[in-house]
C-alpha cells in the first residue's frame, strides 16, 4: 500500500466538499455545511486565499485531506501552522494517512521556519484526542476559544465608527 500526499487543486473542490460532509456529519454537524463546490473553489483557490490543502492517496484512491494555513504568534516573532481540518474516510483509517498528513503538515511547518504547528478537537472526539497526544502533542488547556460568526459579526462591526453608516 503507497500512501501519497499532494497539494489540492480547484479540480478538488468536489472531493473536498465531500470529505467536509464526511467530517460534519461525524461530528454531529452536518446541518452547519454552507459549503459548495463553488465557494469552495472561490474561497480555497482563489488569488486571495489564505489556506492551502492537501489530499491524501492510498494507492491512487483519495482517501482523506488537510486544509491548512499561516498564522503568527507575537511573543516568538514567527509565523504558526494553523490545521483547520485533518480528515481521513473510515475505511481507510489505521492505515497511516492521518499520521502521513500530519508528518507532511509538519514538514512544511520546519520548512517555513514555524514556531507552532496548532489545531482544535472537539472535546468528545477521544480517538482523534489519543492519537494527536501518541504523536507528541498536547492539549492547551489555558486557552479558550472564542468566535463570533454571521450576523454577530456584522453587528460587532457596525458599532465601529469606522463601519458604522
Known amino acids: 500500500m503507497a500512501l501519497t500526499i499532494r497539494p489540492a487543486t480547484a479540480d478538488d473542490a468536489a472531493l473536498i466538499l465531500h470529505f467536509i460532509t464526511e467530517l460534519a456529519i461525524y461530528e ?17 483557490f482563489g488569488p486571495q486565499s489564505p489556506a492551502k490543502a492537501l489530499i491524501c492517496e492510498l494507492d491512487g484512491r483519495a482517501v482523506g485531506y488537510a486544509v491548512y494555513f499561516f498564522s503568527y504568534s507575537t511573543w516568538q516573532a514567527k509565523s504558526g501552522l494553523y490545521l483547520e481540518d485533518l480528515y481521513v474516510s473510515p475505511d481507510a483509517r489505521g492505515q497511516g494517512a492521518g499520521k502521513r498528513l500530519l508528518q507532511h503538515l509538519a514538514g512544511i511547518a520546519v520548512e517555513n521556519r514555524c514556531g507552532r504547528f496548532e489545531w482544535s478537537v472537539l472535546d468528545w472526539n477521544t480517538p482523534a484526542i489519543e492519537f494527536y497526544q501518541s504523536l507528541g502533542a498536547k492539549p492547551q488547556a489555558e486557552w479558550i476559544r472564542y468566535r463570533v460568526e454571521d450576523e454577530a459579526i456584522r453587528a460587532l462591526a457596525l458599532q465601529s465608527p469606522e463601519i458604522a453608516a
Not at 28 to 43: G, L, R
Open 28 to 44: 454531529k454537524a452536518e446541518d452547519q455545511v454552507a459549503a459548495t463546490t463553488e465557494t469552495i473553489t472561490s474561497s480555497l
